[in-house]
């Protein structure tokens, strides 16, 4: 809530105002109760405006017309009473409506994100026109957050681009830019954002004198005028798909889509009365509050410098990457994508090559065409300088290095690339396993040495490790966060330590799956009941796409650090020495590629891991579903505590968002952490009891046990 005015009344013309919306201090337009409070005030004050033919609304922040409505209103009230729910529902779709009775043409001058709310008041107006940045979006984006749209988005967008094209837009939660809009029927033209003031004045004009935008005032209000046989066919088609995208746990695009097809033959006030009596329904569910937290996690995330202290990032206008596999080429596609020049050399001249070819071809793919554009490659091709010289990494700002998991030749890389940088170039490994620490040694500046550590792959990954090593200096992790967030990542700095933060957090999870499996559990069932939780995959198939080589050398080096709770299974050793590597040798847990035409990534059983586990199993009775989901999650949750009172990060949402961007935690369950505050910690600990037995990593952590003890939780303001 501001005291200043958020919408500057002034009039292009004398018949025609316009409406802009500046909310002070903010970085984007959002919907508060004050935000409609003062629209309210100003419509009421235009609607009794002698000879006003129109209204343009706009925004004053370049980049953004209104986006959305102010979750941290919904976050605080999440058990607001129902009927307050509607009534707060009901009064901004009350509001918006008025446009459709105004005796004034409204028009959405549209330039950047129209997205949730903003969305609603743009599909209220008239007539929706969009300017040509890059950053004008339209979307209704509820769904994301458990919701559906409540301010009369499920009313009218049906009504003005169709039930086909509304249902995708609001069950699917993306959204389009404005030449996909006009082709919608959505708005009227894309223009020039430079011109986008004068072409609303002049669509004003244009309906002053053609006055179809009464015929559509009448046609938005009325029902939808519907084959029943098309309907059918519709609803069933678009559950099935919601269905298969959302495995039935994220409950409100089925919400929505069932919504839009009840009221489609109402007209709109009817159907908009319904809409707020649904929208209650869903309003501050388990799963709506879980995904309001993930969108708070992530939003904190984007404004977080990375340390405490107040200082500037230093410029990176370069990068240097060593190493053009699969992580160096795509680390190096992520900076030439963003016009950064990359300078990138490897051992091998073949790897080299093939590195620049990989580099340019993700930097230009085309998602419309669904390849590389040409075009677009000989542009980006001048800023991948491919060398054999050390000498022209010298007037790189950061240079990666992202060779071989190995010390001794990261250390010796290091070492000859250290003294030809430029004296303010920070030096950093993307290493995933081995202790910043120890690579800092082989550098003269080791202030200036950070892990920046990219999950693969690049192009898909949101997150990065920004790994701080025990002299990496704040100025240094400041600029590797920037660098991350300039590529479009999420950084999370992590105090160096075996596993950093994921991989420490993901290992008891892991290395679980394969003591359930000695317990008597099918490798398919551990798969199922970590799917059941959430997870986008079982930890068994995990294994075979990660490589169960890679996955038993990490194993080792957690058993190293950790004795007491990473528990060595031979199972692993065994699976290893046969040559199962997993998909990439064909055979892993799985057997796959038996049959042309098979899916590379398709696996299916095979008698042999059958015989071996069992030739290994424990005696007793295999756990159940609940039991393995609790044995799959509780050794994350007990690790994750361990990494909170060793201060690994700065914040428990730290540990969420690392968990969630890395590894898919599932976002409805709001982030590990905060899906332990659901639970409360004092029930863990009981859960954790019948476990006990199993050794220390089943055994209740000090901070578990005192904040059972306190009450306390894990999220603190």
Not at 80 to 89: G, I, S, T
Not at 294 to 318: C, H, M, W, Y
Not at 483 to 504: E, I, M
Not at 620 to 640: D, H, I, N, W, Y
Request: glycine residues 8%.
């Amino acid at each position: 809530m501001t005291d200043a005015a958020v919408w500057q009344v002034s009039f292009p013309e004398p018949d025609i105002a316009a409406l802009t919306i500046d909310i002070p201090g903010k970085g984007a337009n959002v919907f508060s109760r004050s935000v409609v409070d003062e629209l309210d005030g100003h419509l009421s004050a235009l609607e009794q405006r002698p000879g006003l033919v129109g209204v343009i609304f706009r925004s004053g922040k370049p980049g953004t017309f209104i986006a959305g409505a102010d979750l941290r209103e919904f976050a605080a009230q999440p058990d607001m009473a129902k009927d307050d729910v509607v009534a707060v529902a009901s009064r901004g779709r009350k509001l918006f409506e008025r446009l459709t009775r105004a005796p004034f043409i409204s028009v959405a001058a549209i330039d950047g994100a129209c997205l949730g709310g903003g969305m609603e008041l743009a599909l209220w107006c008239d007539r929706r026109l969009c300017g040509d940045s890059p950053k004008t979006q339209l979307g209704l984006p509820e769904v994301k957050l458990g919701m559906f749209p409540g301010w009369g988005g499920t009313v009218r967008l049906p009504r003005i681009v169709g039930l086909a094209n509304a249902i995708e837009m609001i069950t699917g939660g993306e959204s389009i830019d404005g030449r996909a809009a006009t082709l919608m029927g959505l708005a009227t033209d894309v223009v020039s954002s430079a011109s986008l003031d004068s072409a609303a004045v002049k669509l004003i004009r244009a309906e002053q004198q053609s006055r179809t935008y009464l015929e559509d005032r009448c046609r938005w209000h009325a029902p939808l005028s519907l084959n029943e046989t098309e309907q059918t066919f519709l609803a069933a088609t678009a559950a099935a798909y919601i269905q298969q995208q959302t495995k039935g746990q994220y409950p409100a695009p089925l919400a929505a889509l069932e919504l839009v097809m009840a009221t489609a033959g109402l007209d709109a006030p009817a159907a908009g009365e319904q809409e707020a009596i649904e929208f209650a329904k869903i309003f501050g569910t388990p799963i709506n509050r879980a995904l309001i937290n993930v969108f708070f996690v992530g939003d904190r995330n984007k404004k977080d410098p990375g340390v405490a202290t107040k200082l500037e990032p230093q410029a990176i206008k370069s990068v240097g990457v060593f190493g053009a596999g699969i992580m160096g080429a795509g680390i190096s596609a992520a900076c030439v994508k963003r016009d950064l020049p990359v300078t990138l050399s490897d051992a091998a001249p073949v790897a080299l090559a093939g590195g620049v070819k990989k580099i340019l071809e993700e930097a230009s793919y085309n998602k419309a065409t669904k390849s590389a554009d040409p075009q677009k490659m000989l542009k980006l091709a001048p800023l991948v300088n491919a060398t054999t010289l050390d000498a022209e990494y010298a007037n790189c700002d950061i240079v990666i290095e992202a060779v071989v998991e190995n010390l001794a030749v990261k250390q010796a890389l290091h070492a000859r690339i250290a003294p030809l940088l430029k004296p303010a170039a920070i030096l950093a490994s993307n290493t995933s396993a081995i202790s910043i620490g120890k690579l800092a040694e082989s550098v003269e500046h080791p202030e200036r040495f950070v892990g920046i550590h990219f999950f693969n792959p690049v192009r898909q990954m949101p997150l990065v490790e920004v790994i701080r090593g025990p002299q990496t200096s704040d100025q240094t992790v400041a600029t590797a966060v920037a660098f991350a967030k300039s590529l479009g990542k999420s950084p999370v700095v992590v105090q160096d330590g075996p596993g950093f933060l994921v991989n420490r957090l993901l290992f008891p999870y892991m290395n679980e799956a394969l003591e359930l499996l000695l317990d008597g559990l099918e490798p398919r069932k551990v798969d199922a009941a970590a799917k059941s939780f959430g997870m986008p995959m079982g930890p068994i198939t995990l294994y075979d796409v990660v490589g169960l080589d890679t996955a038993l050398f990490a194993g080792r080096v957690m058993h190293e650090a950790f004795p007491d709770r990473v528990v060595e299974v031979p199972l692993l050793d065994a699976l290893v020495k046969q040559g199962r590597l997993g998909q990439k040798s064909g055979a892993g847990f799985m057997r796959y590629g038996d049959k042309p035409g098979d899916k590379k990534d398709r696996g299916v059983d095979d008698p042999a891991v059958t015989e071996l586990i069992a030739s290994m199993r424990r005696p007793g009775t295999p756990p159940s579903e609940k039991q393995a989901v609790e044995r799959l999650f509780l050794p994350m949750l007990l690790e994750a505590t361990r990494v909170l009172a060793e201060q690994k990060v700065r914040d428990a949402r730290d540990v969420d968002l690392g968990l969630i961007y890395g590894i898919g935690f599932p976002p409805f369950k709001g982030g590990l952490l905060f899906w332990a505050d659901t639970i409360g910690a004092a029930k863990i600990v009981e859960m954790l009891k019948p476990y006990e037995s199993l050794g220390e990593r089943y055994r209740a952590t000090p901070l578990l046990l005192e904040l059972a003890k306190s009450n306390g939780k894990f999220y603190t303001p």
